[in-house]
């Protein structure tokens, strides 16, 4: 499988930014999903995660109310919806495939990650 994660740029505190990661190749619609980042100087962080079939989400507690992930199974595509964005969630954004049906925020838990989509939020 192949993941193009998307959407990522440039934006003013406050503003909002949707990501989008689509799956090409040997896709299931089994498998949780999730979104990760790395932020300069820090290491990769767990973001959100939904379940195989969306109705199961978590996120991290600096995103809670702020970031909504959601799929579109027949798509093969997983949105991250980003509002009220801040200078600290400026990072390089990774979208990954869940090993299982459910989400971890472990890193390894995940066995194809896309190539990243740079996200900038300036102050």
């Known amino acids: 499988v192949q993941l193009q994660a998307s959407g990522g740029g440039s934006v003013q505190a406050g503003g909002s930014l949707r990501l989008a990661c689509a799956a090409s190749g040997r896709t299931s619609s089994n498998n949780g999903m999730g979104w990760f980042r790395r932020a300069p100087g820090k290491e990769r962080e767990f973001v959100a995660g939904?379940?195989?079939?969306?109705?199961?989400?978590f996120y991290t507690e600096s995103v809670k109310g702020r970031f909504t992930i959601s799929r579109d199974r027949d798509r093969n595509t997983v949105f991250l919806q980003m509002n009220s964005l801040t200078p600290e969630d400026t990072a390089v954004y990774y979208c990954a495939r869940g090993i299982g049906s459910y989400p971890a925020r472990e890193g390894n838990r995940y066995d194809a990650w896309g190539q990243g989509t740079l996200v900038t939020v300036s102050s």
């Open positions: 939904i379940s195989w079939n969306g109705g199961n989400t």
